[in-house]
């Protein structure tokens, strides 16, 4: 699969160029010009968090400390949000679904007091089993109950269901919008839930009915497709609006891929939320201020929104192609530097490229200069042993695996990187 996925990445990006137009001295002076400015911001972001950032720090964390307290209150455990699992509860938070896109299974709960007759609560089951597989999901973490303006105002992720055609039937075929009910009714009917009872901390003895459903066995290439269309034309407008080459539609796909398994509703601890993983204060201000808009703090809400989330993603990897790392001449090597950046940053990927170089000093190892200048003299033509290097160096396991799996993921999508012939 590396192999693979490394031929097609070689295809993808050498239509990108490196070099511009400019007489080579002219090109140098600009780019030693524009790594300053760049490492000037560089510093700017590292000195900490801004007070927007701060203030909407303490309120998401405010108000997900009070729902993780309510919820605990009535249910034996809390669920803990991830990048790849779906959390949605109901409003009085006796009904909860966890989709994990990764495992591919769908988790229904449902609970009350223990009085409750069993077929009330089967019917409950029933009802939240349809809601599940009919929901355009909310931008919203906290089931309505956060009010401060710095999270924003909650909308629907999707204009279609987000497990639309993904729920397996008994035959494993995906079960049909107009088949809902009746698969609904089978699973409850057919006794396919389990029965478990616990005392929530409020006191109240609790019964509860889980079910989980399968999805399809091609889920994850389904949710793939569906968000193909945006990334297709997002990757061509902010082509346009920057002047530069489009991004890789299968680069892009297999960051999406390795961040959130497609899940419109990822959120990680950072926090970091969408389908692209995109963190308030520094990712997304980072894609703002390439597309020119105003920098500032988006909430949750509005980054969990899939176009938005396409949209500056997709410029953050512009950035970070087009000025962070355009002085490197191997696209190969370009594209590796690329990916470890948009998952650790791009000082920790100067550290560790700068860290040992002769002639530069401790201060320097964050800098973009001597980074890009040591690629590009023992690196060109040999990016499988810049990949190498960093797979050694890099400070943090979790992006060692993040540059192997987004390399070989890029090889899933590589029939996608054709122009889309309805174009």
């Not at 002076?29 to 000037?40: H, I, K």
């Not at 809390?78 to 591919?104: H, K, N």
């Not at 190969?332 to 002769?358: D, F």
Request: proline fraction near 5%; glycine fraction near 8%.
């Amino acid at each position: 699969m590396r192999s693979i996925g490394l031929s097609f990445s070689i295809l993808a990006i050498s239509a990108l160029g490196v070099t511009g137009h400019r007489p080579a001295g002219a090109q140098d002076d600009a780019y030693e010009a524009f790594l300053r400015d760049q490492n000037t911001a560089l510093d700017r972001f590292q000195q900490g968090e801004t007070r927007a950032f701060t203030a909407f720090l303490r309120a998401d964390s405010l108000a997900f400390a009070e729902f993780k307290a309510e919820v605990e209150r009535r249910w034996d455990r809390f669920v803990e949000p991830e990048a790849r699992t779906w959390i949605e509860y109901d409003s009085d938070l006796d009904a909860r679904s966890t989709v994990d896109f990764e495992q591919g299974e769908a988790r229904v709960e449902v609970i009350a007091p223990e009085s409750t007759s069993h077929e009330a609560l089967a019917g409950r089951l029933r009802a939240k089993i349809e809601q599940v597989a009919s929901s355009r999901g909310t931008t919203d973490d906290f089931a309505g109950r956060a009010t401060d303006p710095a999270l924003g105002s909650p909308a629907p992720l999707s204009e279609r269901p987000i497990l639309e055609g993904q729920i397996a039937g008994a035959s494993g075929v995906a079960v049909s919008t107009t088949e809902v009910k009746r698969f609904a009714d089978r699973q409850v009917n057919e006794g396919k839930m389990r029965s478990s009872t616990f005392t929530g901390r409020d006191g109240v003895a609790r019964v509860k009915l889980t079910i989980v459903l399968p999805l399809v066995p091609d889920h994850l290439r389904r949710r793939a497709e569906r968000y193909l269309p945006t990334v297709r034309e997002q990757s061509s407008s902010v082509a346009r609006r920057k002047d530069v080459a489009a991004m890789p539609i299968e680069l892009v796909l297999a960051i999406m891929q390795t961040e959130s398994f497609f899940n419109p509703k990822a959120r990680s601890h950072v926090p970091a939320f969408g389908l692209m993983q995109l963190v308030p204060n520094s990712g997304a201000k980072d894609a703002l201020q390439y597309l020119g808009e105003e920098e500032r703090v988006l909430s949750g809400e509005a980054l969990y929104v899939p176009p938005r989330n396409i949209e500056l993603g997709i410029a953050y990897v512009s950035k970070l192609w087009h000025q962070y790392y355009r002085g490197i001449k191997d696209p190969v090597c370009r594209q590796y530097c690329v990916i470890a950046a948009y998952n650790t940053g791009p000082g920790n990927v100067n550290r560790t490229l700068n860290t040992g170089s002769s002639g530069v000093s401790k201060s320097q190892r964050g800098r973009f200069g001597p980074a890009v200048a040591r690629v590009n003299r023992e690196f060109t033509g040999r990016g499988d042993e810049l990949k190498a290097h960093l797979l050694e160096h890099l400070p943090h396991d979790e992006t060692k695996g993040y540059l192997t799996k987004v390399s070989e993921r890029m090889g899933n999508y590589a029939e996608w990187s054709r122009p889309d012939p309805a174009s």
